[in-house]
């Protein structure tokens, strides 16, 4: 039932004990996208309930507002929960699970991207649509145009420096 008290609290973050993270309705299936939580980093180094007790705790890290609600969703105590962040390895754990966390995320941007791509365009073109919108979707599809560009003129300069670098090394050897 935690589940359903966060998704009706605002958190659209849905983790279960298991590690497992949802991302809107626990009651929807279409809104519901799994992405398992990897601790293994950490589950390499630990054995048995301490281990557990660890993937726990990252997974009340990832959905509570903070260290002491988390400390008491893992049902542990805070200064427990306050020492187990200053352990590296556990902040590596609890690191990755945040990137993979913020992946999903991304993923799901990407997703709708098309959508919004859309949105913008028939805000721009349609003539009923009040002028300052009209201008502002062309200034934001004219904006992205312009950053598309230019992230694909670094990416390109970036790979030629790398391949620069990497004859310059092989020349050394």
């Known amino acids: 039932m935690r ?3 966060d998704y009706e609290s605002g ?3 849905l983790f279960s004990a298991g590690g497992n993270c949802h991302y809107g309705s626990p009651n929807n299936e279409t809104e519901s996208h799994a992405c398992k939580i990897s601790v293994a980093a950490w589950n390499t180094v630990q054995v048995g309930q301490e281990a557990v007790q660890k993937e726990e705790a990252i997974t009340a890290l990832l959905s509570q507002r903070n260290v002491e609600e988390a400390a008491r969703v893992a049902g542990m105590g805070t200064r427990t929960l306050m020492r187990w962040l200053q352990i590296p390895e556990f902040q590596a754990a609890y690191r990755k699970a945040r ?3 913020f992946s999903q995320l991304i993923g799901r941007l990407q997703q709708a991207s098309s959508a919004a791509v859309s949105t913008l365009l028939k805000v721009m073109v349609d ?3 009040p002028a300052s919108s009209r201008i502002r979707a062309a200034h934001c599809v004219l904006d992205h145009a312009v950053k598309g560009i230019e992230l694909e003129d670094i990416e390109t300069r970036l790979c030629e420096l ?3 670098a990497e004859s310059s090394q092989l020349g050394r050897k």
């Open 162 to 164: 790398e391949r620069a």
């Open 3 to 5: 589940e359903q008290d």
């Open 11 to 13: 958190n659209p973050f």
């Open 99 to 101: 990137r993979d966390a």
């Open 127 to 129: 003539p009923t649509t």
